[in-house]
């Protein structure tokens, strides 16, 4: 398995605040992202990353800003938290090479916002 | 973008029973994977293909390209593989996914 892993793993936070989530991969991988998982709406794409410092909107992109300024890490900032975004998020990477190659995702963080 | 459909949503086995799941998308793709997820857990490429079929012990994944159809077997389900199974295909440099398919064996 890749060396993909995410923190914190749970949180707590209080409406308004900001949050940061942390995604780090061992394997230099070239392509990372940012998803969110909703009942009733599956895995949705909320940012992604094809290369330090170069990242564009997925999906479900508003309320959420990214940065890598590393290979191996990638950050997901709720800028100010809203109880919309109490979600299950999950990071995934993958190898530079277009749409062959296997995809390895983190755990998951579990965050409540109330 | 891909719109990437999964039946059934829901399926229950006695253990032992053949499960199949269906996926079906609408643009060609370069390769399609097969994700499974346990409950509370994390999600895990099970298959990744572009053609053909692949086996992994009692798991089995096909895929027709012409079809735009792929399949995933289940053969002697145990009650271990209950999970929520779900269909992705390539899309460009992203991943589409579709709805997931929650499968529980009964022992």
């Known amino acids: 398995d890749a060396g993909i892993t995410q923190s914190p793993r749970h949180k707590v936070t209080e409406t308004g605040t900001p949050v940061t989530l942390r995604c780090h991969q061992t394997?230099?991988?070239?392509?990372m992202y940012w998803y969110r998982q909703d009942p009733g709406h599956g895995l949705r794409l909320i940012h992604y990353?094809?290369?330090?410092?170069?990242?564009d909107k997925g999906e479900v992109s508003d309320g959420y800003s990214v940065s890598r300024s590393k290979t191996e890490d990638f950050l997901l900032t709720l800028e100010s938290a809203t109880s919309s975004q109490t979600s299950v998020y999950f990071c995934?990477?993958?190898?530079?090479?277009?749409?062959?190659?296997?995809?390895?995702f983190g755990e998951g963080s579990w965050l409540t916002v109330v | 973008k891909n719109e990437v459909e999964q039946s059934p949503q829901n399926l229950t086995a006695q253990e032992g029973e053949f499960i199949t799941i269906n996926c079906s998308y609408s643009?060609?793709?370069?390769?399609l994977h097969w994700l499974q997820q346990h409950p509370g857990g994390g999600i895990v490429s099970l298959f990744m293909?572009?053609?053909g079929k692949k086996k992994h012990g009692r798991l089995i994944a096909t895929i027709n390209i012409q079809e735009k159809h792929s399949s995933l077997h289940i053969t002697a389900s145990h009650p271990r593989d209950s999970a929520v199974y779900i269909c992705?295909?390539?899309?460009?440099?992203?991943?589409?996914f579709g709805a997931g398919t929650t499968v529980t064996v009964r022992a």
């Open positions: 995934a990477s993958r190898t530079s090479g277009k749409g062959r190659n296997t995809i390895y």
């Open positions: 394997e230099n991988h070239r392509y």
């Open positions: 990353s094809y290369g330090v410092k170069d990242t």
């Open positions: 643009v060609g793709i370069s390769a």
């Open positions: 293909l572009s053609s």
């Open positions: 992705a295909v390539w899309d460009d440099y992203k991943l589409s």
